[in-house]
């Protein structure tokens, strides 16, 4: 099953030029990489990203992650999170998520 980052493009620049990272601000307070399900990821974005332009979505193949923890979270839909940093071998691919008319525009994730 593919589970998905969201980063802003800095924090993808960054992961690139380290080979690993230990996620964006959020993740580093919270103390693991939060990812999305393709049913919960445009939500995630509309929630924490609005308006916010030069995104990237990350995929990532959760089967083939080590210290992966699936927890509650919104109204106690599971998420996955990672509790180690998240590495360039991790990445299946990546998509840019253009802003258009105050939307990001997904690939297609099915």
Do not use: C
Request: no cysteine; net charge negative.
């Amino acid at each position: 099953m593919q589970i998905y980052k969201i980063f802003r493009a800095q924090e993808w620049a960054d992961l690139q030029a380290n080979g690993e990272t230990q996620g964006a601000p959020i993740d580093v307070t919270d103390g693991y990489v939060h990812f999305s399900t393709a049913e919960t990821v445009a939500e995630t974005a509309t929630k924490y990203f609005a308006g916010v332009e030069g995104l990237v979505l990350l995929a990532v193949e959760a089967d083939a992650l080590d210290l992966l923890k699936w927890e509650p979270a919104r109204a106690g839909v599971l998420f996955p999170h990672l509790y180690r940093n998240l590495r360039m071998d991790d990445i299946l691919w990546d998509a840019p998520l253009p802003l258009v008319d105050g939307v990001h525009q997904f690939p297609d994730l099915t």
